[in-house]
């Protein structure tokens, strides 16, 4: 079975949902399918319709996360002695080669990832490219709109 890289903020969103819908989400639908029974026809009961589709979007969501954490490795790479690579969990500042604008990533798992707040998947062509180089090192990424040339500037395990 294949290990899934997750940081321990990931983690701790993952828990955090997954308790949210077993405590809160479930118990809620569990009472608004008793109401909309006990308003008697289910056939065209629309309430009693729209609480199962929650209930079963709700149950599949709690199995998705149940199954990604089982099969998650936890990473906590300020645990990590820095040896200056760049790693998973490492957030590196990098440096457009053309324009001089300065970018900030860190490397996550991939149902961590959010590029409006910095976090990029391993799984991505900015992160592949990145892995394993250390400062000062020059990469190019390979976008649809060209390739793109970036220096890394500083690499932190934060």
Known sequence: MRRVPLTVGGEV???AELNDLKQVQRP?????IAEARAHGDLKENAEYHAAREQQSFCEGRIQEIEGKLA???????TKLPNNGK???GATVTLIDSK?????????????EADVKVGKISYTSPVARAMMGKEEADNIVVKAPSG????EIDKIEYL
């Open 147 to 150: 390739d793109i040339a970036y």
């Open 71 to 77: 099969d998650c490795e936890v990473i906590d790479v």
């Open 28 to 32: 809620r639908i569990i009472q608004a």
């Open 13 to 15: 969103r993952l828990r």
């Open 99 to 111: 324009t001089d604008r300065k970018v900030v990533y860190q490397i996550v798992g991939e149902d």
């Open 86 to 88: 760049v790693i998973f």
